[in-house]
C-alpha cells in the first residue's frame, strides 16, 4: 500500500468527469482501493475519490468509527463505492460544515440533501443499495461531486460561510491552545 499525493484546488485534474470502471474484481483495483484507504488514514479524511489522487474512475471510498476532523460525526462504513448513482429522497436540503483533503485548512457550510439512496458496486462487481441521511448522506454526495469535476466550495450559497478552520473552529486546530 502506498499514500498516494492528494491533489489540491486549482489542479485541472479536479475539474474532469470521471469514467466509469469497467473491469472489477483486477489486481489494479484492488491496488488502487488499497492505496486510496491509506492515503484517507493517513490524512485523516472522511472519503477520498479516485480523481482525488490523479486516476479518473468513478471510484470513491469513505467511511470512519471516529474521524478527528468531524469529532460530532456519527461513524460511517468503511465503503468502497463504484460507478454510484445518488438520488435524494425528498427535497430537503440540510447546511452542513464540510472540508476537503483537496482544500485543506479550509471550511464551508453546504446545503446538501438530508437523506438519498446510493447504488454502485463495491471492488468485486457486486452491487450496493443502501438509504441514508445525516453525515452518512453528506460524505457520499460530497465524494460523489468529485467525480463530476466539483469541489464543495462551487457549492457554497454564502462565501461569508467559508473560511480557515483554525478561525472557524479553532478547537479542532492541534496547535491551539485551551
Known amino acids: 500500500m502506498t ?7 486549482g489542479d485541472p485534474r479536479l475539474l474532469r468527469i ?3 470502471v469497467a473491469a472489477f474484481n483486477t489486481r489494479e483495483l484492488e491496488v488502487l482501493v488499497a492505496d486510496m484507504f491509506e492515503t484517507m488514514h493517513a490524512a485523516e479524511g472522511a472519503g477520498l475519490a479516485a480523481p482525488q489522487i490523479g486516476v479518473d474512475l468513478a471510484l470513491v471510498i469513505f ?17 468502497v463505492l463504484i460507478n454510484p448513482q445518488i438520488t435524494p429522497l425528498d427535497a430537503a436540503q440540510d447546511d452542513g460544515w464540510e472540508g476537503c483533503l483537496s482544500v ?8 446538501r440533501w438530508g ?3 446510493y447504488t454502485g458496486f463495491d471492488l468485486h462487481g457486486k452491487p450496493i443499495d ?3 441521511e ?5 460524505v457520499v454526495q460530497h465524494e460523489c461531486d468529485h467525480l463530476i469535476g466539483t469541489l464543495y466550495p462551487m457549492r457554497i450559497r454564502d462565501m461569508r460561510q467559508f473560511g480557515y478552520t483554525s ?3 479553532p478547537e479542532l486546530d492541534p496547535n491551539h491552545d485551551d
Open 3 to 9: 499514500v498516494r499525493e492528494i491533489l489540491k484546488m
Open 18 to 20: 470521471a469514467k466509469p
Open 63 to 79: 467511511g470512519f468509527r471516529q474521524n478527528a476532523r468531524y469529532p460530532d460525526a456519527d461513524a460511517v462504513p468503511e465503503t
Open 104 to 111: 485543506p485548512g479550509l471550511r464551508g457550510l453546504v446545503p
Open 115 to 117: 437523506r438519498i439512496r
Open 130 to 132: 443502501r438509504e441514508v
Open 134 to 138: 445525516g453525515f452518512h448522506a453528506r
Open 167 to 169: 478561525v472557524l473552529f
